[in-house]
């Protein structure tokens, strides 16, 4: 059985490099852009192509391996707590079903909403399983028999983060997620206040923090900029299935309240490239999702292929991908007097 600590011991070593390479190294949208210094890396959900996704352990693994940005999604324990966990169910990705056989609701889904932050606790990360016949999404990623992982808080994952830029020299940002805020509304489950007061209580306030704050739902990001009143950047996700907000005038509408866009990467491709200049044009950041090595759309012969037509073909500023050492890399050969330390604002 594959046990913990030889994840922990990857996990160290990299860090090592990445930890090594640091000390060696020693408003408004177009100011934050100016802030970026040029193309970012987003791991989503940690070094998931690696390790299980949304946990400590691929956070950590993730920054080693020089993301610029960490994305956590988040969710709501029952008790209030937001997790790092990319359903609101708990099945796909954790043991749920084995620990809690009889807490699943009227149409068989285990959802976080019903758990307590010390249920949750008791459970299990497992590599990420289709919920229509239980076969894993990639088969080929970390083994079944892994041990030891388990569901962080958002705040344990911000200390972490926060630690290894303590002892780096370095300012990696955090890339939150907050998911379907309307079913946690109707579960009388609030994110948005919780967010913005978690982040502040750590330090993430103003046009300068390091996070950006993403959401698919407009009325989400809205309340959390004119009601709340954050001026923390904004990110817009938009799916494939959102293709309303790509027109003309709802991207002038996300430009009111959103420092940029998230868009599947398919919008992109489909749109011959033309979405990231309209978006451009409006002074929205792009960052489009997802990038997979093990995944690569039919077109593409290699990853690198793929990162090259977004990156420096279609001209998006940043995305996000689950093998961040891959993009990592690939910018170093296209940007090589960018350093690695330059890029993530490492101070020593």
């Given at each position: 059985m594959?046990?913990?600590r030889l994840t922990q011991a990857?996990?160290?070593a990299t860090l090592a490099a990445a930890t090594s390479t640091a000390l060696a190294g020693g408003a408004d949208r177009l100011e934050l852009a100016d802030r970026l210094?040029?193309?970012i890396v987003i791991a989503h959900r940690g070094a998931s192509g690696y390790l299980p996704e949304h946990t400590l352990e691929a956070y950590a693994l993730a920054y080693g391996m020089g993301a610029d940005y960490i994305e956590p999604d988040l969710v709501m324990t029952h008790d209030g707590v937001l997790i790092a966990l990319h359903d609101i169910h708990l099945e796909g990705t954790t043991d749920v079903e084995a620990?809690?056989?009889?807490?699943?609701?009227?149409?068989?889904?285990w959802y976080a909403a019903d758990f307590t932050l010390a249920e949750i606790k008791q459970l299990s990360v497992e590599e990420r399983e289709d919920g229509a016949n239980g076969a894993r999404v990639f088969p080929q990623r970390f083994p079944d028999d892994a041990e030891g992982f388990t569901v962080p808080t958002f705040e344990e994952m911000i200390r972490l983060v926060q630690g290894l830029n303590a002892v780096t020299g370095c300012d990696v940002g955090i890339y939150p997620e907050t998911k379907l805020p309307a079913f946690h509304d109707a579960e009388g489950l609030a994110m948005e206040q919780t967010l913005l007061t978690t982040l502040a209580e750590y330090g993430y306030r103003g046009r300068d923090a390091r996070v950006?704050?993403?959401s698919f739902d407009p009325a989400n990001l809205q309340e959390m900029r004119f009601e709340l009143g954050t001026d923390l950047p904004l990110v817009q996700l938009i799916s494939g299935g959102q293709q309303e907000l790509t027109e003309p005038a709802a991207l002038r509408r996300i430009a009111t309240y959103a420092d940029g866009i998230g868009p599947s990467k398919t919008l992109i491709e489909d749109s011959a490239g033309a979405l990231v200049a309209a978006a451009h044009a409006l002074d929205l950041l792009v960052h489009p999702y997802t990038f997979r090595a093990?995944?690569?759309p039919g077109q593409y012969q290699s990853l690198r292929q793929e990162l090259a037509q977004f990156y420096f073909g279609y001209?998006?500023?940043?995305l996000f991908t689950d093998q961040p050492n891959l993009a990592v890399d690939y910018l170093k050969l296209r940007q090589?007097?960018?350093?690695?330390?330059e890029r993530r604002r490492c101070s020593r």
């Open positions: 594959v046990h913990l990857l996990t160290l210094e040029g193309k620990v809690f056989p009889d807490r699943a609701r009227e149409d068989g889904r950006f704050v993403q093990d995944a690569l001209g998006v500023d940043g090589p007097a960018r350093r690695l330390a």
